[in-house]
């Protein structure tokens, strides 16, 4: 199987963001991911509601959201009016996960769950079933062009198999550090869908990139 590509604009040009999209809606890309931060869950701040309006009416592609902020469920209408298919909330933001996965589907999203690369997998036993997704950090969230941490490989290979004992049909995505060498690693452990920051638009080609991402 093929991986879905889901290039994260967090490392696009922001003084050419409407450049950078176009070039995105024209590449074999199949989602945008767009990391929201609040310098409080995560060191740093990336972009709001008000700059994202415009990327949402700029792409031609789903809008796979990761919230990287305390208290994700006070923005799901937000997220939604976006026109999000998939929200993101990390594991360590949410005390009462189970609702606010109800809140997001009832809002008439995908809900997925995101955990830190200090999170065990096992502590999603009784929630995967329940999400679209799961997003298994390979960096510490909250800077794009960061180190693999090598561990995410195992992660992702625990992941598949309690995604195969509960019989749930989450996807697995992987965040951070993901290249064409971790990149095929990954797959082979048994990701679905690839997020490339760095990797895309460091490239000198990003549109290649995406094509090579895609064809791993
Ligand atoms: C990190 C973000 C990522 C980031 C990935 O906190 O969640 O989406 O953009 O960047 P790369 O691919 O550069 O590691
Ligand atoms: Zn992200």
Redesign the pocket.
């Known amino acids: 199987m093929k991986p879905i590509i889901s290039p ?1 604009i ?2 696009a040009d922001f003084g050419n963001l409407a450049r950078d999209i176009d070039m995105l809606n024209r590449s074999e890309a199949d989602w945008l ?1 767009i ?1 929201i ?1 609040d310098g409080v869950f ?1 060191p ?1 701040i990336s972009f709001g509601f008000p700059v994202l309006k415009h990327v949402a009416k700029l792409a031609e592609k789903p809008l796979d959201v ?1 919230l ?1 902020i305390v208290q994700p469920e006070k923005f799901i209408a937000e997220v939604k009016a976006l026109g999000t298919e998939i929200m993101n909330v990390h594991y360590e933001t949410c005390p009462h996960l189970h609702r606010v996965v109800q809140q997001i589907r009832e809002a008439g999203m995908k809900p997925a769950v995101t955990i830190n690369p200090a999170t065990p997998v096992m502590l999603l036993k009784d929630i995967v079933r329940e999400v679209d997704m799961v997003l298994v ?10 180190k ?1 941490i090598e561990n995410t490989v195992e992660k992702v290979r625990e992941l598949r198999e309690l995604i195969t004992q509960t019989g749930s049909k989450a996807l697995i995505e992987v ?5 064409l060498e971790t990149g095929a690693r990954l797959m082979k452990a048994g990701a679905d869908v690839l ?6 638009f460091s490239a000198p080609s990003p549109e290649e990139m995406i094509h090579a991402l895609k064809n791993l």
């Open positions: 994260s967090l490392s991911h990391d931060m995560v740093n990761h990287m950090m390979g960096v510490n969230p909250g800077f794009g062009g960061q693999f965040d951070g550090g993901v290249n997020v490339a920051g760095n990797a895309v």
